[in-house]
């Protein structure tokens, strides 16, 4: 993804698995989850991702892995100070030639960027054909799926028996214990 960027590095995207890897995840009953945050992207920050970029590398997987098998994301931040400073003392536990660093020192700093575009990208996806269903299993409801499977030992077709039933517990649940 992102590969034709300017300045792009090989990868593409900073934290992206390849897609052989992808691919592989997605046969064995797992999802991948591309990141949102700018400075990850390799050849696109400093700036902002917009909800097109994001929209964009969900239908990228989808397209490579299928509906079922993505997700998005959920390591959105709102301030690098401490990733900087973990990675900065301790660089040499990362395996990536001096991207992260380098994109700290140019100055890459967008954080929280899911959170701020989300509304947008819905909009996005729907525009693209995308059916409620289909974004239920993209924001969380394949992650529910793999986690009951491997923490609670459910079959996939037991788990979609079941699923109404989670969300209507989810939902009873949200609004006895309300947040801000």
């Known amino acids: 993804m992102y590969k034709s960027e300017p300045n792009a590095t090989p990868r593409g995207c900073y934290r992206a698995i390849p897609d052989d890897e992808a691919v592989r995840a ?21 700036d902002d991702i917009s909800p097109k970029q994001a929209a964009d590398m969900i239908d990228y997987y989808v397209e490579l892995v299928g509906v079922d098998h993505v997700g998005i994301a959920t390591d959105d931040m709102f301030s690098t100070e401490l990733v900087v400073e973990f990675a900065t003392a301790n660089a040499s536990m990362y395996d990536d030639g001096g991207y992260m660093i380098n994109a700290f020192n140019k100055g890459a700093t967008g954080n929280g960027e899911l959170a701020k575009i989300l509304a947008a990208i819905t909009d996005n996806l729907w525009a693209r054909g995308y059916t409620n269903e289909d974004l239920a299993k993209i924001y969380g409801g394949n992650k529910m799926r793999v986690y009951a ?28 214990f309300p947040t801000h």
């Open 26 to 46: 997605a046969e064995a009953g797992g999802y991948v989850s591309p990141t949102f945050t700018e400075w990850m992207m390799d050849g696109v920050w400093p």
């Open 149 to 176: 499977q491997v923490w609670e030992g459910k079959p996939p077709q037991q788990f979609l028996e079941e699923y109404p039933e989670r969300l209507r517990m989810r939902q009873e649940f949200m609004q006895r």
